[in-house]
């Protein structure tokens, strides 16, 4: 059976449609800075989504801070169902809580299994990096990860612990993570390497990419 997708620009329209219906589901709101307010509407629509299972939500440059996000990731959490998740929540003010917070509520989506996040230009620090990756280590089904952390300030620890964190995901097997502009250098790059180098007892990590800057890594087999 084809599933249908259902496509929204608005969030008024979304929110008057048909809400348990929805299986795939594609939602638009960049650049119209909905805030905080605006992406609360959105998770409590979201929440009431029960039966879906793929959704796209791009809300890049929208004036989306910790609470906001924070949030979004408590309504994401009871979408029970979804397995494919794209979010793009690029260049907002999310910060280090607005990170762990939202990765909080993806762990509880348990049968979360590809995961593409982008989170550019969100001032997340090493601490957010750190409780980011945490976060999404408790995703025990996620198989399929893209992680764009590009223009924030993790460092070298961020960089670090963020491989260190990731490497507990027990059933990863494609990862490819974007960390351009990060100020991570040799230590941190290193520091990356090695910690993701573990999940050679996981057997399926195939594929990793990093984008640090001017350095550039691919490694396959790991």
Same mark, same amino acid.
């Given at each position: 059976?084809?599933?249908?997708?259902?496509?929204?620009? =608005?969030?008024?329209?979304?929110?008057?449609?048909?809400?348990?219906?929805?299986?795939?589901?594609?939602?638009?709101?960049?650049?119209?800075?909905?805030?905080?307010?605006?992406?609360?509407?959105?998770?409590?629509?979201?929440? !009431?989504?029960? *039966?879906?299972? *793929?959704? @796209?939500?791009?809300?890049?440059?929208? !004036?989306?801070?910790? =609470?906001?996000?924070?949030?979004?990731?408590?309504?994401?959490? !009871?979408?029970?169902? #979804?397995?494919?998740? @794209?979010?793009?929540?690029?260049?907002?003010?999310?910060?280090?809580?607005?990170?762990?917070?939202?990765?909080?509520?993806?762990?509880?989506?348990?049968? %979360?299994?590809?995961? $593409? %996040?982008?989170? @550019?230009? *969100? +001032?997340?620090?090493?601490?957010?990096? #750190?409780?980011?990756?945490?976060?999404?280590?408790?995703?025990?089904?996620?198989?399929? %990860? $893209?992680?764009?952390?590009?223009?924030?300030?993790?460092?070298? =620890?961020?960089?670090?612990?963020?491989?260190?964190? #990731?490497?507990?995901?027990?059933?990863?097997?494609?990862? $490819?993570?974007?960390?351009?502009?990060?100020?991570?250098?040799? =230590?941190?790059?290193?520091?990356?390497?090695?910690?993701?180098?573990?999940?050679?007892?996981?057997?399926?990590? !195939?594929? #990793?990419?990093?984008?640090?800057?001017? +350095?550039?890594?691919?490694?396959?087999? %790991?």
């Amino acid at each position: 059976m084809i599933q249908q997708i259902k496509e929204y620009y =608005e969030l008024e329209e979304f929110l008057s449609s048909s809400l348990l219906s929805y299986q795939v589901l594609r939602i638009y709101l960049s650049d119209i800075g909905i805030g905080d307010e605006g992406v609360s509407g959105l998770g409590s629509g979201l929440a !009431k989504c029960i *039966n879906l299972s *793929n959704l @796209t939500l791009d809300l890049r440059n929208s !004036k989306i801070g910790d =609470e906001g996000a924070s949030g979004l990731g408590s309504a994401l959490a !009871k979408c029970i169902d #979804l397995s494919n998740l @794209t979010l793009d929540l690029g260049w907002n003010q999310i910060g280090d809580e607005g990170a762990s917070g939202l990765c909080s509520g993806l762990a509880k989506c348990i049968n %979360l299994s590809n995961l $593409t %996040l982008y989170l @550019t230009k *969100n +001032k997340i620090s090493a601490m957010g990096a #750190l409780g980011l990756g945490s976060a999404l280590a408790k995703c025990i089904n996620l198989s399929n %990860l $893209t992680l764009n952390l590009s223009w924030n300030q993790i460092g070298d =620890e961020g960089a670090s612990g963020l491989g260190s964190a #990731l490497a507990k995901c027990i059933n990863l097997s494609n990862l $490819t993570l974007y960390l351009s502009s990060n100020q991570i250098g040799d =230590e941190g790059a290193s520091g990356l390497g090695y910690a993701l180098a573990k999940c050679i007892k996981l057997s399926n990590l !195939k594929i #990793l990419r990093l984008n640090l800057g001017q +350095k550039q890594f691919i490694c396959f087999g %790991l």
